[in-house]
């Protein structure tokens, strides 16, 4: 299984909007509904953001939501604060107990 | 509080062995699904492998398959992976993670240890 592919880098100034993609094929992200982001700052644990395509652990601000179309889950990350900066990284079930990591994005927050 | 802690990690030599453990708290232990997910210095995450709440079900990835075990203690609440025949390209933090769902699994992990550094050099 080949990891999904993210862009590297992302970035958008305090307030606005942005939205990370995660593309992976028709046996993960396009086949079942079990994808999930992450936020993740060096030297910490990473941090659930969404879960099942959309869902929000308790504790995860509105600004953050999740969609999928096809092959391609993205995360969109509204009303951007400093706090939000970070690597993000989405997973997704690849069948058979198999679960595969995208290469993460960087966040920038200008 | 809901935490788990890594130990274990150090530095070995390649072909080496090494067990690591995840001590887990807060939680009802035997429900949940466990992973150990690694990241490479400079690299992105990578899933390692499950377990199941009783500890019937077990997967690991292709990377590590063959020479990684696997296997939980629910009396100790305690998850460990014995890593044999350790690789050069095994060098990684090592996180162990509660899956979010139980009994369906969600596939999802929402704790995280803080991590164990295990090197793999001569």
């Known amino acids: 299984q080949s990891a999904l592919t993210q862009p590297p880098s992302a970035s958008g100034s305090p307030g606005q909007s942005v939205t990370i993609s995660c593309t992976g094929s028709?046996?993960?992200?396009?086949?079942?509904?079990?994808v999930s982001w992450y936020q993740h700052h060096p030297g910490k644990a990473p941090k659930l953001m969404i879960y099942?395509?959309?869902e929000r652990p308790s504790g995860v601000p509105d600004r953050f939501s999740g969609s999928k179309s096809g092959n391609t889950a993205s995360l969109t990350v509204s009303g951007l604060q400093a706090e939000d900066e970070g690597d993000y990284y989405c997973?997704?079930?690849?069948?058979?107990?198999?679960?595969?990591f995208g290469g993460g994005t960087k966040l920038t927050v200008l | 509080e809901v935490q788990l802690l890594e130990s274990g990690g150090g530095l070995v030599q390649p072909g080496g062995s090494l067990r690591l453990s995840c001590a887990a708290s807060?939680?009802?232990?035997?429900?949940?699904?466990m992973s150990w997910v690694r990241q490479a210095p400079g690299k992105g995450l990578e899933w390692v492998s499950v377990?199941?709440?009783?500890?019937?079900?077990?997967k690991y990835a292709d990377s590590v398959k063959g020479r990684f075990t696997i296997s939980r203690d629910n009396s100790k609440n305690t998850v460990y992976v014995q890593m044999n025949s350790l690789r050069v390209e095994d060098t990684a933090v090592y996180y162990c993670?509660?899956?979010?769902?139980?009994?369906?699994?969600?596939?999802?992990?929402?704790?995280w240890g803080q991590g164990t550094m295990v090197t793999v050099s001569s």
């Open positions: 993670a509660k899956d979010h769902g139980s009994p369906k699994w969600k596939y999802a992990f929402d704790i």
């Open positions: 807060g939680f009802t232990f035997s429900s949940y699904a």
């Open positions: 377990i199941s709440g009783s500890g019937a079900s077990t």
């Open positions: 028709s046996s993960d992200v396009g086949d079942y509904n079990y």
């Open positions: 099942e395509v959309s």
């Open positions: 997973s997704s079930y690849a069948g058979s107990n198999n679960l595969i």
